[in-house]
């Protein structure tokens, strides 16, 4: 593949696999964690565009090669960059100013002269694959610097750039000591996505704020510099989603369900099965739950004989001191409650620290008469969204946080705020006590939702804008439409 270009690019931080490496020194390969590697997959399985990024190990050059249909071009780290490009400014700058502060996020000169480096390696990377005037699509808060390094090296390029995590209002934004860097890194791209209209709103906002240039949603005005001419560039929300259809067809598997059976079995047949399914990050609001779930044990509104709460915390960013705090805390508490209030033969928290195959996940899903998403903040979620695609059944009862995405999508749910134990407790009572006909009717219409905005709806209405914002398809030409002859079926963006 040396030498190819392409004429649909992927870029971002993580690739769809991590390579891992036996004691015994053997390399092998593993799906990554993450939304977005979630969405990304089966919209690039559709294309014949090429995946940028980093293998998940530092110190480890690879030429580009094909992983299960898919072309990846890595992009190598080194120690020093992984310290301070993705476990410092990455995720113990951004990542916790961008979630609200839930931490302190930490400020480094050191961190972010490496993040600007590195962004920049990115960049070079994406534009010796890039075909001319190919489609360049940029992804998440480890980039934001990429889309205006890319414009700079390649004016002819139609670029995108979509974050797949919440995006801060101004106040506490305007923390960041290199918020106009980022801003205008941002804006090299045509078209930037968010997740909620209330992040394309905070962007807009900062814009204002900080660069003064006229906004009119969901166009921002961009005047021409010493570098580029000016540009009007596009900034609203695209809410990402799953492969619904294939996530069903795995639940509705023989095999799946048999294993749903099988899962329920060996926690011993209890009345009600919850589940919980995360990375372990403090964004995802597991100590909050687990307290929930601990006072209604403790206050006998469930019996342990009865319930089993399924926790899967798959690991994360385990080098970054807070997230070592949290896998403390959280394995603590688990104890504890298992101690507290376990017998023979029930335990109250069935506590996995690993990740999954998706067909354990669709039989997880299944298995559970409760999901329980009780996030303190995230862009969207997706697993509330998987746990609705895997339920064909028209059962289970989805427990959502108001502060998650996919709260504004999946109305039906039963939405709490997390910060409300008495509220989280009242919630996970409903939904265990939930008559079976209130359990279908919200359910169908959870189900309805999530078909009408699957994943393919999400990118088709991604890069439809793009191509709008460039003239139209046209420019693209019918051989270099990312997405081959798939119908588009989206709303055009306004014309001012
Ligand atoms: O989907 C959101 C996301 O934050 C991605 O940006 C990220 O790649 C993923 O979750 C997992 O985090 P990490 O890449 O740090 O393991």
């Given amino acids: 593949m040396a030498d190819e270009r392409f004429a649909f690019v992927v870029v971002s931080n993580r690739l769809p696999v991590d390579r891992v ?10 799906q990554s964690p993450g939304g977005l590697v979630t969405a990304l997959e089966p919209v690039m399985r559709k294309t014949e565009g090429a995946w940028v990024g980093w293998i998940g190990q530092p110190e480890v050059e690879l030429a580009p090669f094909t992983h299960s249909g898919l072309r990846i071009v890595p992009l190598a780290l080194t120690g020093g960059e992984v310290e301070l490009f993705y476990e410092g400014f990455s995720n113990d700058t951004i990542w916790p100013l961008y979630h609200d502060v839930i931490v302190p996020a930490t400020y480094h000169r050191d961190w972010w002269d490496s993040y600007v480096a590195v962004n920049q390696r990115f960049a070079d990377q994406a534009a010796a694959v890039a075909d001319v005037g190919a489609t360049v699509w940029v992804h998440d808060y480890q980039l934001q610097l990429v889309p205006r390094m890319l414009r700079l090296a390649r004016p002819d390029l139609v670029i995108g750039f979509f974050n797949h995590i919440p995006f801060p209002a101004y106040g506490l934004y305007s923390q960041l000591p290199w918020r106009t860097q980022i801003i205008e890194g941002l804006l090299g791209a045509d078209v930037i996505g968010f997740q909620r209209v209330s992040d394309a709103g905070n962007f807009s906002r900062a814009v204002r704020r900080l660069l003064g240039y ?19 560039v596009v900034a609203r929300p695209f809410p990402i989603s799953i492969d619904v259809v294939a996530f069903e067809e795995l639940a509705r598997s023989p095999a799946v369900q048999a294993r749903a059976t099988q899962i329920r079995a060996e926690l011993g047949n209890p009345k009600t099965v919850i589940l919980g399914v995360d990375r372990l990050d403090y964004t995802k609001g597991i100590g909050h739950r687990l307290k929930a779930f601990s006072e209604i044990l403790e206050e006998g509104r469930l019996k342990v004989e009865d319930v089993t709460l399924v926790q899967v915390a798959s690991p994360s960013r385990e080098r970054v001191e807070t997230y070592k705090h949290l896998r403390d805390e959280i394995e603590l508490t ?19 620290h690993h990740g999954f ?28 969204k998987e746990y609705v695609a895997a339920r064909h059944d028209e ?31 009242d919630a996970i009572m409903q939904a265990v ?26 990118s088709r209405s991604f890069l439809r804008t793009l191509s709008d914002a460039n003239g139209g398809i046209d420019r693209l030409g019918a051989d270099l439409d990312p997405l081959g002859d798939l119908e588009w079926t989206v709303e055009r963006v306004p014309k001012p």
């Fill in 21 to 30: 490496v036996a004691e015994d020194g053997s390399a092998s390969w593993k």
């Fill in 214 to 232: 006229p906004t009119r949603s969901p166009f921002i005005e961009v005047p021409a510099t010493d570098e580029l001419p000016a540009r009007r």
């Fill in 334 to 352: 688990v104890g504890r409650i298992n101690g507290d209030f376990g017998t023979i033969g029930h335990q109250a928290v069935n506590y996995l």
């Fill in 357 to 384: 195959p998706r067909e354990e996940m669709a039989a997880l899903y299944l298995a559970a008469d409760v999901m329980l998403v009780t996030a303190l903040r995230d862009g969207m979620n997706l697993v509330a």
């Fill in 395 to 425: 059962d289970g009862v989805l427990v959502l946080s108001e502060f998650a995405g996919a709260a504004d999508e999946l109305k039906t749910s039963l939405r709490i705020n997390p910060h409300d134990i008495d509220g989280l407790k």
């Fill in 433 to 458: 006590d939930m008559p079976r006909a209130e359990r279908r009717k919200r359910m169908r219409s959870l189900r309805k939702r999530v078909r009408e905005n699957d994943v393919g709806h999400w």
